[in-house]
């Protein structure tokens, strides 16, 4: 005959049981908490917050390609043009070939204490 290590015995059932039925009475108890603070739920929206919502809301796009293609040629057309950006204090915006001829041409500042 073999000498055996273990026991041969089942689960003990009612320890077991009692624990499963703490935990769904536990569970309960959590959902009649979140019941009784927060109400039974509701997927309808207010009237008053639909009829108060600003209606000038953005639209979706029925042409991406040809919107890209506007606003960067939008883009370009500032980038390759001289305007003001602020009339007032002298600021003006120059196209971004004048521009990198200019910074060529005068070289950029450099710092008194560089090393």
Not at 83 to 102: F, H, S, T
Request: glycine share 8%; net charge positive.
């Amino acid at each position: 005959m073999h000498s055996m290590d273990y026991e041969e015995r089942g689960l003990p059932l009612i320890p077991l049981f009692s624990w499963i039925l703490g935990l769904l009475a536990c569970l309960g108890g959590v959902l009649v908490f979140v019941y009784v603070v927060y109400g039974t739920p509701t997927m309808k929206p207010e009237p008053e917050l639909v009829l108060k919502r600003p209606m000038n809301q953005p639209v979706l796009q029925s042409n991406g390609y040809a919107d890209m293609k506007a606003f960067r040629l939008e883009q370009e057309a500032i980038l390759n043009s001289y305007g003001w950006v602020n009339q007032a204090q002298g600021i003006v915006r120059l196209p971004i070939a004048k521009a990198m001829e200019l910074v060529i041409s005068r070289g950029l500042p450099a710092r008194k204490n560089a090393p």
